[in-house]
T-cell receptor, first 115, second 109 residues
Framework: DSGVTQTPKHLITATGQRVTLRCSPRSGDLSVYWYQQSLDQGLQFLIQYYNGEERAKGNILERFSAQQFPDLHSELNLSSLELGDSALYFC??????????????FGPGTRLTVL | SQQGEEDPQALSIQEGENATMNCSYKTSINNLQWYRQNSGRGLVHLILIRSNEREKHSGRLRVTLDTSKKSSSLLITASRAADTASYFCATGGGFKTIFGAGTRLFVKA
């Protein structure tokens, strides 16, 4: 158990809908990262938050947004869902903002299926 | 493009055998990390090797790093069925971390 929790574990929805994925980082970790993992794209970095502030953006679509709350939990919002958004979404946390030696601790993931 | 690329893409061995996975990367690094992912689960950090280290051990894991060839290898000795998973190398740090495509290891009992 990494100490990172994600809910829900599974999510099935229809195209055009909007969903919210939730992540609670390890106690004391200030950074939260969101990743998308699909069969054909591998693990893609979406966005990072550090202590409530957006720190870096990766391959995140405009239909997606995220935020980190004062209690450091984070939410990833996915809207106007398309079939291609079906994937595993992982949250990871680390103690610091991005040192090269930071180990990332991954949550169990949310499996999103868009029908 | 991926910074780290693992080789082979898939590996199938018998329990008790050793498994070797390789990772190549393109730019200079401060360190390289290896992660493991059981099917459909989150990645788990295995080991970090710094750019000034050539070899590191952790239990049945042995990692080597050759910065001149921009490559690293992960050796799992005396493999077990429970080692069946995907293994990823990662370079960079923080939001700059780039994961390779992974090697899928299957250990037959």
């Amino acid at each position: 158990d990494s100490g990172v929790t994600q809910t829900p574990k599974h999510l099935i929805t229809a195209t055009g809908q909007r969903v919210t994925l939730r992540c609670s980082p390890r106690s004391g970790d200030l950074s939260v990262y969101w990743y998308q993992q699909s069969l054909d794209q591998g693990l893609q970095f979406l966005i990072q938050y550090y202590n409530g502030e957006e720190r870096a953006k990766g391959n995140i679509l405009e239909r997606f947004s995220a935020q980190q709350f004062p209690d450091l939990h984070s939410e990833l919002n996915l809207s106007s869902l398309e079939l291609g958004d079906s994937a595993l979404y992982f949250c990871a946390s680390s103690p610091d903002s991005g040192r090269s030696t930071d180990t990332q601790y991954f949550g169990p993931g949310t499996r999103l299926t868009v029908l | 493009s991926q910074q780290g690329e693992e080789d082979p893409q898939a590996l199938s061995i018998q329990e008790g055998e050793n498994a070797t996975m390789n990772c190549s990367y393109k730019t200079s690094i401060n360190n390289l990390q290896w992660y493991r992912q059981n099917s459909g689960r989150g990645l788990v950090h295995l080991i970090l090797i710094r750019s000034n280290e050539r070899e590191k051990h952790s239990g049945r894991l042995r990692v080597t790093l050759d910065t001149s060839k921009k490559s690293s290898s992960l050796l799992i000795t005396a493999s077990r069925a429970a080692d069946t998973a995907s293994y990823f190398c990662a370079t960079g740090g923080g939001f700059k971390t780039i994961f390779g495509a992974g090697t899928r290891l299957f250990v037959k009992a």
